[in-house]
């Protein structure tokens, strides 16, 4: 019961009610989240395309990884920070939708692999893996990442 009474004061604030009424306010936050997940992919197709020795090969994949790394991290903290904008002034809307809660555990899936498998592969010495590994590092942080940016536009779509 604490979560549907903090569901009711959010659709009742009338601060969240600014911002959910507004015809500017939702789309602002949802442009900086778009960006916050293009910012994210971008240096995660970077980083996996080097990880699969395509591009970039005079760079050491390591070195790659550390220079790409606070701009992903930060991508991340952009977009669950403007996710938590959207979502709070109609908090029942996006708990009750399917596509949502999918969307939320790939989020945690992805960002639990990004943050350990991933990053560990992206900053260890190629020597210790072979492209096989490499492969299937590469299509599981991929399938990840693009599958939360699917199932976030799925939401707009199903309920």
Known sequence: MPLQKFFQWCYQSP?????????YAIPIIQSFHLLGLTILLGTTVMLNLRLLGIGMRQLPLSSVSRQLWPWAFGAL????????LVFIPDPVRYVNSGPFQFKMALLSI???????I???VTRSEPITR?????????FFSLTLWFSVGWAGRA?????
């Not at 992805?110 to 350990?116: E, K, N, P, Q």
């Not at 072979?130 to 590469?138: D, E, K, M, Q």
């Open 77 to 84: 903290l952009l977009m669950i920070s403007s996710g938590i």
């Open 15 to 23: 601060v969240l009610g600014i911002i959910r009424d507004s015809s």
């Open 155 to 159: 939401i707009a779509f199903f309920k």
């Open 130 to 138: 072979g492209p096989l590994r490499n492969a299937v590092v590469a």
């Open 118 to 120: 991933f990053r560990k």
């Open 110 to 116: 992805a960002s639990v692999y990004h943050f350990t």
